[in-house]
């Protein structure tokens, strides 16, 4: 005789298949919380990765924009420095040159050197131009002067050469009254023209003296690797 399965029979039963569903439901929760975990740590690895090399590439693209600029803002203000310096330097060069362009006046002012200066100046252009006519040219103020040194740059072109010379004051061309002195030597009949004035040999003197002015005022260009 058989007997059938009682109430409590079935409770107890179905509280063991609740259990086991309940524990299946609660691992497979875990696991899934496992998974999402894991996903989550993925992506939020990749996204702080992606955030940090964002960060990193603009901070290396401002670090650059801010040497360039610091770069420019040096080579702009060395160039301002270099410019006042050179300025300063040219400055005190043209006020030298000025200092002896005012000089060159008071020079005539002393006869008998001004005489032998004016005889050399015409001994030069008379030995350049190698003629036996020549005529020079001079201030108007200056024609007693030019005169008397004209006749013993004559003597003295004799006593060197052999050759005579005849030397004549171009009274009709004189040099401007605004220069300072010296004299325009003239030849192959007007078609030669060699300025000893002393306002060209200044310039001249410029010139040629500049590099050793700089040299002797502001030592070497450390820069500078030749020098004519």
């Known amino acids: 005789m058989s007997h ?3 109430d409590d029979q079935v409770a107890g039963e179905l509280k063991k298949m609740t259990a086991f569903i309940r524990q ?13 975990d ?13 955030e940090t090399s964002s960060i990193d590439s603009q901070y290396e693209k401002k670090f650059k924009q801010a040497s ?3 770069q420019i803002t040096r080579s702009t203000l060395a160039n301002k420095t270099r410019i006042k310096v050179l300025s300063a330097r040219q400055e005190l060069l043209d006020d030298l040159f000025e200092k002896a362009r005012a000089k060159l006046e008071d020079y005539a002012e002393d006869k008998k050197k001004y ?3 004016c005889k050399n100046l015409i ?3 008379a030995y350049a131009l190698n003629e036996s006519k020549l005529g020079v040219r001079a201030r108007e103020q200056d024609y007693d002067v030019v005169k008397e040194a004209s006749g013993q740059a004559e003597k003295a072109y004799k006593e060197r050469t052999g050759k005579g010379i005849e030397i004549v ?3 009709e061309n004189p040099q401007p009254e605004g220069s300072s002195g010296g004299v325009s030597i003239v030849g192959t009949r007007g078609k030669i023209d060699i300025n000893n004035t002393l ?15 700089r040299r002797s005022l502001f030592g070497k260009n450390a820069n500078r690797r030749f020098y004519d």
């Open 68 to 70: 360039m600029s610091q």
């Open 123 to 125: 001994l030069e252009g």
């Open 169 to 171: 004051l171009d009274e």
């Open 38 to 50: 894991e996903e989550f740590a993925i992506e939020k690895s990749k996204l702080v990765r992606q």
């Open 4 to 6: 059938g399965i009682s």
């Open 24 to 36: 299946e439901a609660l691992e497979k929760a875990r696991e899934i919380q496992i998974k999402a």
């Open 115 to 117: 005489t032998e200066l």
């Open 199 to 213: 306002d060209e040999r200044l310039k001249l003197l410029e010139t040629d003296a500049l590099p050793a002015c």
